[in-house]
C-alpha cells in the first residue's frame, strides 16, 4: 500500500496557500478544502455527487505538480496552492473558452445572477471573451411540458449525468460525442427530453449550474438584488459556508 492510500484513509492536515486545513479520511483537497470554508474555483464539482474532473477550474499545485482539487486526495503534509496570479489567470483563460464556445449571452439568459459560470467569471475578474466566439447552433430541446434544454449554453459538467444516475435511478443524461462535436445526449428512444422519464422535481433537472436546463413557465421570478450572486460573490458564499 503506498503512502498515499495510507494517507487518503487517515485524517490528517495540509496547507492551502499557507494555511491549515484539516481533512477527514477519503477526502479530496476541494472536499476538505470547501468544509473548512476556503474557496477553490470550481464548476463540475458538487458535494453531493463523485467529481469528475472535467472542468479544471479547481486547478491547484499540489507540492509544486498540477492537480485537479475534486479529484487528488488529501494527504498530510501536502503544500497546496490555489489562490495565485497564474492558477488564477488559467482560470480566467478556461472561463473565456467556456463563454466562447457556447451562446453565453447574460444579458437575455433567464439564469443570470443565479449562474456559477457567470459569478465565477465575476469572480476570476473576466471582462471580456478574449477569444473569438463560435456562435453554435445546437438543438434546443423544448418538448417536454416542464423543463427546457438548450445545448448552447451547456459547459459538459456532467452534473445532470450524475444527479440522474446516483440520485434519480434513472440515467437520463449521457456525455458523447468527441472534441469540439461533445454534446449532452438524452436516453430516450427519440433522443427529445418529453420523450425521458426526467420530472421536474428530479435532482437532474435542478442541479445544472449554468443556464442550459430550465424550468417552463417561470422567467426572471426573481427580482434584480435578490438573485444568489447578486450581493455576495461565490467565494464569500462558500467560506461562509452557504454557498
Ligand atoms: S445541462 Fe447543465 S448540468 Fe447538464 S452537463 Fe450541461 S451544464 Fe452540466
Ligand atoms: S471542479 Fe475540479 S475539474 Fe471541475
Given amino acids: 500500500m503506498s503512502s498515499n492510500?495510507?494517507?487518503a484513509l487517515s485524517p490528517g492536515t495540509?496547507?492551502?496557500?499557507?494555511?491549515?486545513?484539516?481533512?477527514?479520511?477519503g477526502d479530496t483537497i476541494l472536499q476538505a478544502a470547501t468544509r473548512a470554508?476556503?474557496?477553490?474555483p470550481h464548476l463540475c464539482w458538487h458535494p453531493d455527487f463523485h467529481p469528475n474532473g472535467s472542468c479544471r477550474l479547481?486547478?491547484?499545485?499540489?507540492?509544486?505538480?498540477?492537480?485537479?482539487?475534486?479529484?487528488v486526495h488529501a494527504a498530510s503534509g501536502q503544500e497546496v496552492e490555489s489562490n495565485t496570479d497564474e492558477l488564477n489567470a488559467q482560470r480566467k483563460t478556461l472561463l473565456q473558452m467556456l463563454f466562447v464556445e457556447g451562446n453565453h449571452f447574460c444579458p437575455s439568459c433567464e439564469k443570470s445572477g443565479n449562474c456559477l459560470l457567470q459569478a465565477t467569471?465575476?469572480?476570476?475578474?473576466?471582462?471580456?471573451?478574449?477569444f473569438e466566439e463560435?456562435?453554435?447552433?445546437?438543438?434546443?430541446?423544448?418538448?417536454?411540458?416542464?423543463?427546457l434544454l438548450d445545448l448552447n449554453r451547456c459547459i459538459l459538467c456532467g452534473l445532470c449525468v450524475r444527479a440522474s444516475a446516483e440520485e434519480d435511478h434513472k440515467n437520463v443524461f449521457a456525455i458523447g460525442g468527441h472534441g469540439v462535436a461533445t454534446h449532452l445526449?438524452?436516453?430516450?428512444?427519440?433522443?427529445?427530453?418529453?420523450?425521458?422519464?426526467?420530472?421536474?422535481?428530479?435532482?437532474?433537472?435542478n442541479i445544472c449550474p449554468v443556464g442550459a436546463i430550465l424550468p417552463k413557465r417561470r422567467g426572471f421570478a426573481i427580482p434584480i438584488g435578490q438573485r444568489k450572486y447578486?450581493?455576495?460573490?461565490?467565494?464569500?458564499?462558500i467560506e461562509e459556508g452557504t454557498p
Fill in 185 to 205: 445526449l438524452v436516453n430516450s428512444a427519440s433522443g427529445q427530453l418529453a420523450d425521458s422519464e426526467l420530472k421536474p422535481h428530479d435532482r437532474a433537472a
Fill in 58 to 71: 479547481c486547478t491547484v499545485k499540489v507540492n509544486g505538480r498540477s492537480g485537479a482539487a475534486c479529484t
Fill in 5 to 7: 492510500r495510507i494517507d
Fill in 230 to 237: 447578486d450581493n455576495k460573490p461565490v467565494s464569500q458564499q
Fill in 14 to 25: 495540509f496547507t492551502l496557500d499557507d494555511e491549515e486545513v484539516e481533512f477527514g479520511p
Fill in 121 to 130: 467569471a465575476y469572480e476570476m475578474g473576466m471582462e471580456d471573451p478574449h
Fill in 37 to 40: 470554508g476556503h474557496y477553490i
Fill in 134 to 147: 463560435f456562435y453554435p447552433d445546437r438543438p434546443l430541446d423544448a418538448s417536454h411540458p416542464d423543463l
